[in-house]
């Protein structure tokens, strides 16, 4: 899909294709549509980023507990949404050794009951190891500084969805 095309879409089908960058969060997308015209794909993102940034911290805190636990409850029972399931499933979260997953399950409680959001990690840019190691560092420390780094990796997860949603179909590439 070229940029002229993203475009072009009306607002239904821009947030039918592009509702799920932010998981859950379909509202910042419908809002980032007004920003139209976009020279590039960088464009979009950008402004996805500055609707995200002007959120109050409460705001960016709602955006994080829209996200499924790594390795939890969700992904057991098969309510990920396709991209989730996709991400959690190339970082190994559903193949975790039982040990493996008792710590997952009982590291991402005790970072949640000190937070009041989920620990979030851009698993596409991870693995299992290295997600483990980041849960267990990022749990000790202070909230804002938590709720910030989580905000980053939202925008990672952000960035590559958008890569793949635009990317993938080559001939026209953004
Ligand atoms: N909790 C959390 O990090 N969830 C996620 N990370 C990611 O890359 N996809 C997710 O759903």
């Given at each position: ?15 039918n ?18 920003r139209?015209?976009?020279?590039n ?134």
């Open positions: 899909m070229d940029i002229g095309a993203v475009n072009a879409l009306s607002y239904e089908d821009f947030v294709i592009f509702g799920n960058v932010v998981e859950k969060c379909p509202i910042i997308t419908a809002a980032v549509w007004s139209r015209p976009f020279g794909l960088n464009a979009l993102e950008t402004a996805i980023n500055e609707f995200i940034d002007e959120l109050p911290e409460s705001g960016k805190e709602g955006i994080l507990r829209c996200h499924p636990d790594l390795a939890g409850r969700d992904l057991q029972s098969g309510t990920l949404t396709r991209e989730s399931r996709e991400e959690q499933a190339r970082a190994g979260m559903d193949a975790l050794s039982p040990g493996e997953a008792a710590r997952m399950a009982r590291l991402n409680e005790e970072y949640k009951k000190r937070f009041g959001f989920p620990f979030v990690i851009c698993a596409r840019m991870s693995d299992k190891n290295t997600i483990l190691q980041q849960l267990s560092e990022r749990r000790l420390h202070e909230l804002p500084v938590e709720r910030a780094r989580g905000i980053e990796e939202v925008k990672k997860i952000c960035r590559v969805r958008l890569q793949s949603l635009v990317l993938s179909d080559a001939p026209n590439k953004l």
